[in-house]
């Protein structure tokens, strides 16, 4: 809960509520109770607060929100905190997110440590700072910058805090305590404390205004950033109580609507994903320390590089020099358009390809600890590869395949040893996409799985373990989407027009759309090609997708994309020729059959119990596909909207819909 010490005359209150240091109701009132009796205690002029273990605090205990309040609630603390009449001075070291940074801000001095990390994160959980961080933070920063943060939800390091205010001192990190405790005596020497609620707020009206014209409109479609705003305005247009109080009614709303909930569900999926359910306790992780990728192409490349930026090296395998020369050049080219982004620094992209090793050899790979292959998305081609693996890596290396729908026990058979085979199929580009979806085979060993799941977390990937079957979870699930996709415009929709459903539900791309970057030509050959679907004329035709200049649609220079007439004609050739009947199609039905036909198939899934739960195949979504967080995912989406309408959507298009529509003995219990 919480700890407290007396050094002299300065009370040290330390928050030990692991993991996080939570601001748990029990730990509220603790820390309300301790500040109360140093006010008392004529032997303490002052009261520092710190936490325990690797950080100040996490915020908010987010499991109780919903639930009956314990007093006192944050705010109140905050406000006790401020109002004090002997100094209370923060002492920050690692994450100090949330309430875990209004508390701080009430306090009347913060010195941090070279770890800390301060950040206001409401806003990626659907609501604003709630204990007073939106009426404090601009009163230290200013109007501006206190926008950046909480609009952004993202932390500034130290460094950075003392340069804008919002820490009055940085020390060693082992000289925090003993620097706060100096600090706090200085303040009380000081005489009355400094209070945050008591100063204005720099920039005023017209730096909010700025703001809003300057990322107002790339905000659209959340409630919360918006309301961030608003609060924030409270802060240079009401006096403090009345800017706290209107706080606390758009904090309120905020958590009671659906998108906060949203949020909050996938917060929590994301951290469920990681657990993997009948693992024995002593499937312990293996070393990872050099890793070995089989091809240096545009998923190889992304591959080693998510590596290469972990720290770990590289050894890149191809066929060909030219291949290979390609491929580094591709790493190289990326990382040094990252660094003009500010993303590296020239020595960390110098560090980086540092240790990336291209050869032409297999055999460099037999000290590797674990090789990802992403080959041609071939069978014969990946087994091929997996058994000469077999035969050169180390006993006990791990050997993962990067396919996107392969079977993962096939490729396992290749080799003579299956328990060290699993997937890992990381998402385009790879050093960007945070989803990383692990296959377990059927014989994939437990610290062999436990293995991928920690290198996950250490690549910064969100990991969600996946049983074999064709296309795994996402790509299982893309499938029913794009043939209804497919067979809609044949039926009469405009491929702008399913697309634009899709945009306006808060995907970031239609399919079609999706099909253009990837490349229509994606498996398709001239010689096998037979001119029958959409997609074999558009590419006979050289309309391949983006990369052509015109697939589905055309494009200009700059990549904007028009609908064509051409293709138009095609659709419509290709559907008199299979004798489609062509109509008018409304929004409704294009929604339902492209969402609730992924849903369907999310059910299957977890019939058959390749996802562990349905969750998962949220975190899946929403971290690989771009599903809108603000809806917490397809199956979670789906329980709001109600499985008896999804349920119903189903049975109204069955005709449509084929085998896509048969509903999962799951959906149809939920929806009863
Ligand atoms: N409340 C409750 N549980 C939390 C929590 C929190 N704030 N933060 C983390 N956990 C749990 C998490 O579910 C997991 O549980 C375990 O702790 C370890 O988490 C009034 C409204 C702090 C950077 O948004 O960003 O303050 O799975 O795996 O990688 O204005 O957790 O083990 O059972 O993520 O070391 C604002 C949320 C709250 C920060 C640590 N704060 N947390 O990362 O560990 S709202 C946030 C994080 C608020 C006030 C408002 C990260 C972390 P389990 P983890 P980690």
Redesign the pocket.
């Given at each position: 809960m919480i700890s407290t010490a007396r050094h002299g005359d300065v009370l040290v209150v330390t928050v030990d509520n692991p993991?996080?240091n939570?601001l748990g109701t029990a730990v509220r009132r603790a820390i309300g109770e301790a500040v109360t009796s140093a006010q008392a205690d004529a032997g303490i002029v002052a009261t520092v607060i710190g936490g325990a273990g690797k950080?100040f605090s996490?915020?908010?205990?987010?499991?109780e929100f919903g639930k009956p309040g314990g007093e006192p609630g944050?705010p109140e603390l905050c406000d006790a905190v401020e109002a004090s009449a002997k100094p209370v001075i923060a002492a920050l070291h690692g994450?100090c997110?949330?309430?875990?940074l209004?508390l701080p801000l009430s306090c009347h001095g913060r010195v941090a440590a070279p770890s800390a990390r301060l950040g206001l994160?409401?806003v990626?959980?659907g609501?604003l700072?709630?204990?007073g961080?939106t009426q404090r933070l601009p009163r230290l920063v200013g109007v501006a910058r206190a926008l950046d943060m909480i609009v952004s939800g993202d932390p500034i390091g130290a460094d950075a805090a003392l340069a804008a205010g919002l820490v009055d001192r940085v020390v060693p990190e082992a000289e925090l305590l003993a620097g706060a405790v100096a600090f706090a005596r200085d303040a009380a020497a000081r005489g009355a404390p400094r209070r945050t609620g008591e100063r204005e707020a720099q920039g005023g009206v017209a730096a909010v205004d700025a703001f809003t014209a300057a990322k107002g409109r790339a905000l659209g479609g959340r409630d919360a950033p918006a309301a961030c705003i608003r609060a924030v305005r409270g802060a240079v247009e009401l006096p403090l109580a009345d800017g706290l109080a209107q706080e606390r009614r758009l904090f309120v709303d905020l958590l009671g609507g659906a998108q906060s909930k949203a949020l909050r569900h996938a917060?929590?999926a994301e951290?469920?994903a990681?657990k993997i359910e009948g693992l024995p306790a002593d499937a312990k992780p293996l070393k990872v320390e050099r890793v070995g990728i089989v091809g240096a192409g545009t998923m190889g490349g992304g591959i080693a590089m998510t590596f290469l930026s972990a720290g770990i090296p590289v050894t890149m395998v191809e066929r060909e020099r030219g291949a290979l020369d390609r491929g580094v050049a591709l790493i190289r080219s990326n990382y040094e358009r990252s660094a003009k982004r500010g993303r590296f620094t020239p020595d960390e992209v110098e560090a980086a390809m540092g240790r990336l090793t291209p050869v032409l050899e297999f055999d460099a790979l037999h000290d590797c600890d674990l090789v990802i292959e992403a080959a041609f998305e071939l069978l014969e081609v990946k087994t091929e590869i997996f058994g000469r693996l077999d035969r050169i890596c180390r006993p006990g290396a791990i050997l993962a395949s990067n396919t996107s729908y392969l079977d993962i026990d096939a490729i396992a058979a290749a080799t003579s040893r299956p328990g060290s085979v699993l997937g890992m199929h990381f998402f385009s580009p790879a050093n960007v996409m945070k989803l990383l979806e692990v296959v377990r085979g059927a014989r994939t060993e437990p610290a062999v799985l436990a293995t991928a799941m920690a290198l996950a977390k250490r690549l910064g990937k969100v990991a969600v373990v996946s049983g074999v079957c064709h296309g795994f979870i996402g790509n299982r699930m893309l499938n029913p989407r794009q043939a209804q996709a497919n067979a809609l415009i044949l039926e009469g929709a405009a491929p702008e027009d399913v697309d634009r459903v899709m945009l306006e539900f808060g995907m970031p791309m239609g399919p079609f759309q999706m099909a253009d970057l990837a490349g229509l030509d994606l498996g398709w050959t001239a010689e096998t090609s037979k001119g029958e679907t959409v997609r074999d004329i558009l590419c006979e035709r050289g309309r391949r997708g983006q990369k052509t200049g015109k697939g589905f649609y055309d494009y200009d220079v700059d990549r904007r994309r028009t609908p064509s007439d051409e293709v138009k004609a095609v659709i419509a050739e290709v559907a008199a020729r299979q004798g489609v009947a062509r109509r008018t199609i409304g929004d409704d039905e294009i929604r339902e059959r492209l969402l609730y036909s992924m849903v369907n198939e999310g059910a299957k899934i977890l019939d058959e119990g390749i996802a562990q739960r349905a969750s998962d195949i949220d975190v899946v979504w929403i971290n690989g596909y771009g599903w809108p967080a603000t809806t917490g995912g397809p199956m979670f989406w789906a329980e709001s909207v109600g499985f008896d309408r999804v349920a119903a959507g189903l049975a109204r298009h069955r005709d449509r819909l084929g085998d896509a529509g048969e509903p999962s003995p799951r959906l149809l219990s939920r929806s009863a």
């Open positions: 993991p996080v939570a950080l996490g915020g908010a205990d987010i499991t944050l994450t997110f949330g309430g875990g209004e994160p409401e990626k959980l609501l700072p709630g204990a961080g917060f929590f951290r469920a990681n």
